[in-house]
């Protein structure tokens, strides 16, 4: 027998034999092995989509009217991928949904089992504090909540604050492993955070961490002014080609800065179009700069300032930048930390 010869169905088996598997609450695996584990590619619901900023806004600060904070905790706009029939997920591992905070508001302390990154799209004079750090929120900072670690959100400035939460959700509900709690309102510092003191520089660490054991996480934000100073510096001595794109690490141990997800930023030159590794991969893109669009398994998706797009797993994916004077810049998140920790991430 080949490996491709058709399998036995359920319509071939007998009537009793069903009935009495079904006593033993027992199935047959051969019927379906093959939608299970489809052969030499997986089914992919996922669609390659974009989310429009300008679109999602007004509803987003309608849901400021709508949806006072004591009523919503966080007010949060998920994105639901078109082709995962209504679950509110943006590709079949990763949650992202815009979050809005309006000036005087305090979004409570709460911890829980799923990790949340925040990427911060619009607004000034905001803060989240996780476990008593105060971090500041400034547009492109990319911000960790990891699992169980208590964050809340307040807003002194004015105008709304707005950011887009990128969370392994639906990894925690398909192992039944998501969960919450609520915390009483932490004690922030008013101590500088990690990046702005001890991690100020790469290559570079307070002394007296030397031969110490890493800390899982030894910074919860990451500046954009200064990725994008490193992305334009990087660029100089990146080949025409070759993606100019740094990965968000934790700096003390030179790995990914969270467990399942993958952070990275990505300049596209002024009319650069450049193809991306073939992965295992489902990725979650954010645009900070420019225009331009995304060719993901042959479906285009335009793009402009503080769009999404989701492209599911194994897709061939082109980026373009629509410009040919100025740079473009993305905020990339995917799942190869989990694939990989996981053991079957592949670039093909
Ligand atoms: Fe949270």
Same mark, same amino acid.
């Given at each position: 027998?080949?490996?491709s010869?058709?399998?036995?169905?359920l319509a =071939?088996l $007998?009537?009793?034999? +069903?009935? #009495?598997l /079904?006593?033993?609450?027992?199935?047959?695996?051969?019927?379906?092995l093959r %939608?299970?584990?489809?052969?030499?590619a997986?089914?992919?619901?996922?669609?390659?989509?974009?989310?429009?900023?300008?679109?999602?806004?007004?509803?987003?600060?309608r849901?400021g009217?709508?949806?006072?904070?004591?009523?919503?905790e966080?007010?949060?706009?998920?994105?639901s991928?078109?082709?995962?029939?209504?679950?509110?997920?943006?590709t079949?591992?990763?949650f992202?949904g815009?979050?809005?905070?309006?000036?005087?508001?305090?979004?409570?302390?709460?911890?829980?089992s799923?990790?949340?990154?925040?990427?911060?799209?619009?607004?000034?004079?905001?803060?989240?504090?996780?476990?008593?750090?105060?971090?500041?929120m400034?547009?492109?900072?990319?911000?960790?909540?990891?699992?169980h670690?208590?964050?809340?959100?307040?807003h002194d400035? =004015?105008? $709304?604050?707005?950011? +887009?939460? #990128?969370? /392994?959700?639906?990894l925690?509900?398909?192992?039944?492993?998501?969960y919450? %709690?609520?915390g009483?309102?932490?004690?922030?510092?008013?101590?500088?955070?990690?990046?702005?003191t001890?991690?100020?520089?790469?290559?570079?660490l307070?002394?007296?961490?030397?031969g110490r054991r890493?800390?899982?996480?030894?910074?919860?934000?990451?500046?954009?002014?200064?990725?994008?100073?490193?992305?334009?510096d990087?660029?100089?001595d990146?080949p025409?080609?070759?993606?100019?794109q740094?990965?968000?690490?934790?700096?003390?141990?030179?790995?990914?800065?969270?467990?399942?997800?993958?952070?990275?930023?990505?300049m596209?030159?002024?009319?650069?179009?450049?193809d991306?590794?073939?992965?295992?991969a489902?990725?979650?893109?954010?645009?900070l700069?420019?225009?331009?669009?995304?060719?993901?398994?042959?479906?285009?998706?335009t793009? =402009?300032?503080s769009?999404?797009v989701a492209?599911?797993?194994?897709?061939?994916?082109?980026?373009?930048?629509?410009?040919?004077?100025q740079?473009?810049?993305l905020?990339q998140?995917?799942d190869?930390?989990?694939?990989?920790?996981?053991?079957?991430?592949?670039?093909?």
């Amino acid at each position: 027998m080949t490996a491709s010869a058709p399998l036995g169905t359920l319509a =071939e088996l $007998p009537a009793d034999y +069903l009935h #009495a598997l /079904d006593g033993q609450h027992a199935k047959p695996a051969w019927p379906s092995l093959r %939608s299970l584990i489809p052969q030499g590619a997986p089914e992919r619901r996922t669609l390659a989509h974009r989310w429009t900023y300008r679109d999602l806004r007004p509803l987003l600060l309608r849901a400021g009217e709508l949806a006072p904070m004591e009523r919503a905790e966080r007010r949060v706009l998920m994105l639901s991928n078109p082709g995962l029939e209504g679950k509110p997920f943006a590709t079949a591992s990763i949650f992202l949904g815009f979050q809005v905070i309006l000036p005087g508001e305090r979004a409570p302390n709460h911890r829980h089992s799923p990790s949340a990154v925040r990427i911060i799209v619009e607004g000034e004079g905001a803060y989240t504090n996780v476990q008593g750090q105060r971090l500041e929120m400034r547009r492109g900072d990319v911000i960790l909540t990891p699992a169980h670690l208590w964050h809340e959100h307040a807003h002194d400035g =004015e105008g $709304p604050m707005i950011w +887009l939460d #990128a969370l /392994d959700v639906p990894l925690m509900v398909a192992m039944e492993a998501a969960y919450g %709690s609520p915390g009483s309102v932490q004690t922030s510092s008013q101590r500088l955070d990690a990046s702005q003191t001890r991690h100020r520089r790469g290559g570079l660490l307070p002394y007296e961490r030397l031969g110490r054991r890493a800390q899982d996480y030894a910074q919860f934000r990451y500046p954009w002014a200064e990725v994008r100073e490193a992305l334009l510096d990087l660029a100089k001595d990146t080949p025409t080609g070759q993606a100019v794109q740094l990965a968000y690490v934790n700096p003390e141990t030179g790995l990914e800065c969270m467990p399942t997800f993958g952070f990275s930023a990505l300049m596209l030159r002024p009319g650069e179009e450049i193809d991306m590794p073939l992965t295992s991969a489902s990725t979650g893109l954010l645009v900070l700069e420019g225009s331009g669009r995304t060719v993901a398994d042959g479906k285009t998706l335009t793009w =402009e300032d503080s769009d999404v797009v989701a492209i599911p797993t194994h897709s061939r994916i082109r980026h373009c930048n629509a410009s040919a004077r100025q740079p473009a810049f993305l905020i990339q998140v995917d799942d190869a930390p989990m694939q990989r920790k996981l053991g079957f991430y592949q670039q093909f």
